[in-house]
C-alpha cells in the first residue's frame, strides 16, 4: 500500500522528466473508386486539426489526380494541413511493385520504379502544393530498389508497416532512408469495430508510452486509411484481389458504412487521439519532423582503431565512439573514404581467391579498387580483386580488419554477414497480400534487400536540448 502511494506521487513526476514519445499517426490514402472516401480524409484532417494534432496522409497518384477532378479543394486543403507523403502512383492496379521488381536487379529496379512511380510524385506534389515527404508501399508490395529510387526523387523517409526489414521496434536507417517500419510491439491502433472506443487500445498505448519513456524514448507508429471510415471493405480488394486487373469501367465499389456507423468510427478515433494527447512526454509527430528529431544518416569520423576492433569480430551495425555506425560506414572509415550514404553490393559476390595470405602489396592495391569504386559509384562493391581472384565482399572486410598491417602477407579472413538476421527469410509470407497473385514469391526481394543491410543501422534520437 505505501509501495503504491510513493508510486502514484512520484510516477508522474517521473514520466514528465523522461525521454520523449513520438507518435506518428498515419493515413493512406488511397480509395480513388469510392468518393465517400474523400468525405472520410476530409473530416479525419479536419477533426485532426481542430485536436491541434497534425498526421501524414501518404496519398497514392491517381487519388491525388480524382480528388482534383471532381473539384474537391476542400479535401486537398485540409489535407495540406497535415503532412503529405506518397504512397504509389496507382497502388492495386497490377503490376504492384514488388511485381514488377521481383526479377530486376538494384541499379535497373530503381530506374524502373522512377519510371512509374515519378508522374504520381510530381501530380501529389503539384496538387497539394508541396513534395511528399515519406513513401510507404501499398500493401506489403515493398521491394528495396525503392530505397535508390526515392532518394533521387527526393523523399527521405519511408513510413510503413510490413515483416521485411526491422531494428527493435524502432526507427533505423536503411539505404540512405529513414525507416519507420516493422514497428512490433510500437505498432497498434483503436479498433474501427469494437464499439463506441477502443480501451484495450489506450491500456497497449499506456504502456509503449512508458515503456519508451523510461528508457530513451522513442516511436509509436499508429495508421489507418481513411477509406475505412466510409467502407466495410477495402476499395482494391473487391477489384483487384489474387492479381486480377479489370478494366476501370468495370471497376465495383466497396460497399459503404451506414452515416451513423462512419460517424462512431470518427470517435474511436477522436477519443483515442485525445487519451494519447493527455499522457505526459507524448508528441505526435509527421513524416516531416521525423529527419529533424533523428541525428544525420552518416556518422562523424571516429577512432579508427575502434572500427578496426568491431568489425573484425562483427559485420553489423554497432556502437563506436558514441556513435551509431553502418559496417558500410565502417568499411568506408577503413578505406579512408569521406563518410557518405551509399547503396549495398547489387549481387552476392563469391570469393574465388584460394591462398591463406595475401602480399602486402597486392591488398593495398586491393583496397585502393574498393575505395575508387565506392566513391565513383556511392555503393559497395560486390566483391574486390586481388589479381584476376576476388574476395567477396564480407571476406574483403574481414581481411581489411583484421589483416595485419605490418606482416609481409596480409592473412585471409572470412566475414559473415551478421546483420541478415535483421531481414525476414519467408518469401510468400512477406509478400502474402490479397491483391499479389496466389503464391506469391518475393524471395528475390528479400535476397537483394539483405545484400543492402550494409546500409542498416538502427536511428537515434537527438539528444533534447
Ligand atoms: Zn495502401
Excluded at 515503456?211 to 522513442?218: F, H, P, T
Excluded at 479489370?246 to 451513423?260: D, I, L, Q, S
Aim: glycine letters at 8%; hydrophobic letters at 45%.
Amino acid at each position: 500500500m505505501l509501495r503504491a502511494l510513493i508510486l502514484a506521487f512520484i510516477l508522474p513526476a517521473f514520466i514528465s522528466a523522461a525521454a520523449p514519445v513520438y507518435v506518428v499517426l498515419w493515413f493512406d490514402t488511397e480509395d480513388y473508386i469510392e468518393p465517400a472516401s474523400d468525405d472520410a480524409a476530409l473530416r479525419i484532417a479536419s477533426d485532426l486539426a481542430k485536436e491541434g494534432v497534425r498526421a501524414t496522409f501518404k496519398v497514392v497518384g491517381e487519388k491525388a489526380r480524382v480528388l482534383e477532378k471532381r473539384g474537391r479543394r476542400d479535401v486537398i486543403e485540409a489535407l495540406s494541413y497535415h503532412a503529405i507523403g506518397y504512397h504509389s502512383n496507382w497502388h492495386s492496379v497490377h503490376p504492384a511493385p514488388a511485381e514488377y521488381l521481383l526479377r530486376m536487379g538494384y541499379l535497373e529496379g530503381a530506374d524502373e520504379f522512377e519510371r512509374r512511380e515519378a508522374a504520381g510524385v510530381a501530380d501529389v506534389k503539384r496538387i497539394f502544393g508541396k513534395q511528399p515527404v515519406c513513401y510507404g508501399q501499398p500493401g506489403n508490395s515493398w521491394a528495396p530498389q525503392t530505397n535508390l529510387a526515392l532518394r533521387r526523387l527526393g523523399i527521405p523517409v519511408y513510413l510503413d508497416e510490413g515483416e521485411h526489414v526491422g531494428v527493435d521496434d524502432q526507427p533505423f536507417w536503411y539505404g540512405g532512408l529513414l525507416y519507420v517500419f516493422k514497428m512490433g510491439k510500437n505498432n497498434f491502433r483503436a479498433r474501427l469495430n469494437v464499439g463506441a472506443e477502443d480501451l484495450a487500445a489506450y491500456k497497449r498505448f499506456d504502456e509503449a508510452a512508458a515503456r519508451l519513456a523510461s528508457n530513451s524514448g522513442g516511436v509509436i507508429s499508429i495508421y489507418y486509411h481513411p477509406a475505412e471510415f466510409s467502407t466495410t471493405e477495402f476499395w482494391d480488394g473487391v477489384n483487384f484481389a489474387r492479381g486480377a486487373n479489370p478494366p476501370r469501367e468495370t471497376w465495383v465499389k466497396p460497399r459503404r458504412r451506414t452515416p451513423e456507423d462512419s460517424e462512431r468510427c470518427y470517435g474511436v478515433l477522436r477519443q483515442f487521439v485525445r487519451h494519447m494527447k493527455a499522457q505526459p512526454a507524448v508528441r505526435f509527430v509527421t513524416a516531416e519532423d521525423l529527419p529533424r528529431l533523428y541525428a544525420n544518416p552518416v556518422a562523424k569520423a571516429v577512432n579508427l582503431k575502434l572500427v578496426v576492433n568491431y568489425l573484425g569480430q562483427h559485420i553489423i551495425f554497432g556502437e563506436i565512439d558514441g556513435e551509431t555506425l553502418s559496417p558500410a560506414e565502417m568499411l568506408m572509415a577503413l578505406l579512408d573514404v569521406k563518410p557518405h550514404v551509399v547503396d549495398g553490393p547489387t549481387a552476392p559476390g563469391a570469393t574465388t581467391y584460394s591462398e591463406p595470405t595475401i602480399p602486402v602489396p597486392a591488398f593495398r592495391a586491393a583496397k585502393a579498387d574498393a575505395a575508387d569504386f565506392i566513391q565513383r559509384f556511392h555503393r559497395l562493391p560486390n566483391e574486390v580483386f586481388v589479381g584476376s581472384k576476388a574476395l567477396s565482399l564480407a571476406d574483403f572486410a574481414a581481411t581489411l580488419a583484421r589483416g595485419s598491417s605490418t606482416a609481409a602477407e596480409v592473412p585471409v579472413v572470412r566475414g559473415s554477414l551478421e546483420f541478415e538476421r535483421y531481414f525476414a527469410t519467408d518469401g510468400r509470407k512477406a509478400f502474402s497480400w490479397v491483391i499479389h497473385p496466389e503464391g506469391f514469391d518475393g524471395t528475390p526481394l528479400l535476397d537483394l534487400g539483405r545484400l543492402q543491410g550494409w546500409t542498416l543501422k538502427p536511428a537515434r534520437l537527438r539528444a533534447i536540448n
